[in-house]
């Protein structure tokens, strides 16, 4: 190998290396700032219309911001479910909105109108699982999705005229206006009893709730 070539595999060393700690220092401050605005906004994390899976009056509480439409949301929700099926009783599932794929808010308040017909999880579940047949990102296919739903044993109609009641507008506007003072940026986004993951991954997840889980003592 000649001088030229050890000389540009060195600089393309260098350049790795520097992008690496870059992006890890540029991780490490994203966190801390979304840390930060948390302690400040705190009340924002869960709200009272929020939708809990799990046990209302458990001590951990996994907050998911999450679009229905992402693909990396569907691939962690059987992962949390495990999680919470590791620690029985202890851990609840708060769900919040963040519809940043096109058509996600219809998806969304069509999910908000199943919770009024007590089908919130298993429309999720089936929207989630027939997710790569309608969840185009530049053209979703709602139609059907609302099929998917009606499937699954929701009343279409009345969904239908449910989406558009004051109230589940103002739960997806209340999500939005809460996702951007914490500084969401991307899905799935999780907090565990406030705190938000060190580095994204399932491992990571399940490890802060285990630790959330030990303080509590139970």
Not at 47 to 71: K, W
Not at 100 to 109: E, P
């Amino acid at each position: 190998m000649n001088a030229r070539k050890i000389g540009a595999l060195a600089v393309l060393v260098v350049l790795g290396l520097v992008f690496y700690f870059g992006m890890n220092a540029y991780r490490d401050q994203t966190q801390a700032e979304q840390d930060a605005r948390v302690v400040v906004e705190k009340s924002r994390l869960v709200r009272m219309h929020s939708p809990i899976i799990g046990p209302q009056s458990a001590p951990v509480t996994i907050v998911e911001f999450f679009d229905p439409a992402c693909e990396t949301c569907r691939a962690f929700y059987p992962i949390v479910k495990q999680i919470m099926a590791q620690h029985p009783g202890q851990v609840r599932l708060a769900l919040r909105y963040a519809p940043f794929h096109q058509g996600s808010d219809q998806v969304i308040k069509l999910l908000e109108a199943a919770r009024k017909q007590d089908l919130y999880t298993p429309v999720l579940e089936a929207l989630l699982g027939a997710q790569p047949e309608w969840a185009d990102h530049v053209a979703p296919n709602l139609d059907l999705a609302f099929k998917i739903a009606q499937d699954a044993g929701l009343d279409l109609a009345r969904a239908r005229q449910d989406m558009e009641t004051p109230e589940i507008q103002a739960v997806l506007a209340q999500d939005v206006e809460d996702l951007t003072a914490l500084q969401v940026r991307q899905t799935p986004t999780f907090f565990v009893n406030g705190s938000s993951l060190p580095s994204f991954g399932p491992e990571q997840l399940a490890r802060l709730v285990d630790e959330a889980v030990m303080r509590t003592g139970r």
